[in-house]
């Protein structure tokens, strides 16, 4: 039987391993840690002949090297045991790779992106549910994608969020829909250069048979027509905006959606928090129409859809002070994004584990919309330094989340303001599994009071 080596104990992972071990493959699940968690997963896993190794790194110098090796999103792809095992001809994919090749009979929208992604995700699958389709969202939202493989349902589409991590590791990945919803820097530590990290993105858009851009986002629009010829495009900014006709365009004007030639909704209805959100409303409304989806289907679920977990969701109002969960914020733009969204002045909560980027627009916003900022993880000093470097200073170092939410209070009284802002630009993992992890935390906390 077919050997094959599963790396990442974590929901793709798993995934991935009980449908090869469904398909009759003999599989190993490895993971380099080996906490407490992860050995309760192990024990869980062992029953249905799974055999799983923790503080383990794959090695290919045993006798009978894998057949096949699935590498989840969080691990690197270019570790040198992937390199070499691509070398010598071993079949090397990530787990969203694995899920296409079960699922490539019905069509997929994939949607990438550096922010946004979430978001549009979760939009069109309520838009196509709403038209009646099985629809489930999958990637970095909802479902692993493996998770849809091993069910038995039929779907008539799968939503996709797919992350750089995840194209790299996917190169035979076609959806019949692509979405590009925005491009900055991010995940440089990864992917090393602009370049590098754009040319894997485009991969995924050129394998797609019809593809959607957001013409407002500067480093796409200037690429333009010349690099994607053939694509639909989006703006906000109206018919004089438009980088190709109206039949191969979805944009807003005088309040209202068109979308290849159609008038679909008024905007202002829309539940969501921010003028970022316009555009990923048009993204999704445009991936819908590509589909055929009902535009009544579509004018519905945009006066109802109100976002989503972790990106500027609405907590609780505690003695007048409205909470915003922003966890999904986790690099410098779509802080920037999140803090602009609100109504001046916010206590914001930034922190956790640092990435590349470039700081500068987001320290702005904070001048302009914060009258306080409160600092946790690994990140405080770094940007306390950033922030008294700027003139500005009204921040506190205060660690970690409980502190800061217990501080909010105490300041947005004292400063007479309205909103507390979690919006880390930041990764979690100096003190949380996830984003999810880090936003629940801070939801719970809010519920406390």
């Known amino acids: 039987m077919p050997h094959a080596a599963v790396v990442g104990l974590g929901r793709s992972g798993i995934a991935?391993?009980?449908?090869?071990?469904?398909?009759?493959?003999?599989?190993?699940?490895?993971?380099?840690?080996?906490?407490?968690?992860?050995?309760?997963?192990?024990?869980?896993?062992?029953?249905?002949?799974?055999t799983v190794k923790l503080g383990y790194s794959l090695?290919?110098?045993?006798?009978?090297?894998?057949?096949?090796?699935?590498?989840?999103?969080?691990?690197?792809w270019d570790l040198p045991v992937f390199v070499e095992a691509r070398q010598r001809g071993i079949d090397t994919i990530g787990e969203m790779e694995l899920a296409w090749r079960n699922l490539h009979h019905c069509p997929w929208v994939g949607i990438t992106g550096t922010n946004g992604k979430t978001t549009t995700t979760a939009l069109i699958a309520a838009i196509f549910q709403a038209g009646n389709l099985k629809a489930p969202s999958c990637g970095?939202?909802?479902?692993?994608?493996?998770?849809?493989?091993?069910?038995?349902?039929?779907?008539?589409?799968v939503i996709a969020e797919i992350s750089s991590y995840q194209i790299e590791s996917s190169q035979k990945l076609a959806p019949q829909i692509g979405l590009w919803t925005t491009f900055t820097p991010d995940h440089l530590n990864r992917h090393y250069t602009l370049d590098n990290y754009y040319q894997i993105k485009a991969s995924l858009l050129q394998r797609s048979q019809c593809q959607i851009f957001n013409g407002d986002d500067p480093y796409l629009r200037n690429l333009g027509l010349k690099a994607w010829p053939d694509a639909i495009w989006t703006t906000v900014q109206g018919k004089d905006h438009l980088l190709t006709s109206e039949e191969r365009s979805v944009y807003l004007q005088d309040d209202w959606i068109f979308a290849l030639g159609q008038k679909i909704a008024p905007i202002h209805e829309l539940k969501m928090f921010g003028e970022h959100n316009k555009q990923n409303v048009l993204m999704a409304v445009g991936a819908a129409c590509v589909a055929g989806i009902d535009p009544d289907a579509i004018a519905h679920t945009l006066a109802t859809f109100s976002g989503v977990p972790h990106r500027l969701e609405s907590i609780c109002t505690y003695q007048g002070i409205h909470f915003i969960n922003d966890s999904k914020a986790t690099n410098y733009d779509a802080a920037e994004v999140g803090l602009n969204a609100m109504p001046a002045p916010v206590i914001l909560i930034a922190g956790g584990e640092p990435k590349q980027g470039d700081d500068t627009a987001w320290l702005v916003s904070i001048h302009e919309k914060a009258a306080a900022v409160l600092l946790i993880g690994e990140a405080a000093p770094q940007f306390a330094q950033r922030l008294k470097a700027v003139g500005y200073n009204n921040y506190e170092q205060v660690g970690t989340m409980e502190k800061a939410v217990s501080r909010s209070v105490e300041l947005a009284q004292s400063h007479n303001v309205a909103t507390v802002l979690l919006s880390p630009a930041c990764a979690s993992f100096d003190q949380y599994q996830s984003f999810e992890h880090r936003g629940d935390h801070f939801r719970q906390l809010c519920l406390n009071f």
């Open 140 to 157: 970095n939202i909802g479902y692993a994608a493996c998770e849809l493989a091993l069910s038995d349902e039929t779907y008539d589409w």
């Open 59 to 76: 090695s290919l110098d045993s006798p009978h090297p894998p057949d096949l090796i699935v590498v989840s999103p969080g691990v690197p």
């Open 16 to 50: 991935a391993a009980r449908l090869l071990n469904k398909q009759g493959w003999i599989v190993e699940l490895g993971d380099r840690a080996s906490s407490e968690n992860l050995q309760t997963l192990a024990a869980s896993l062992q029953p249905e002949g799974i």
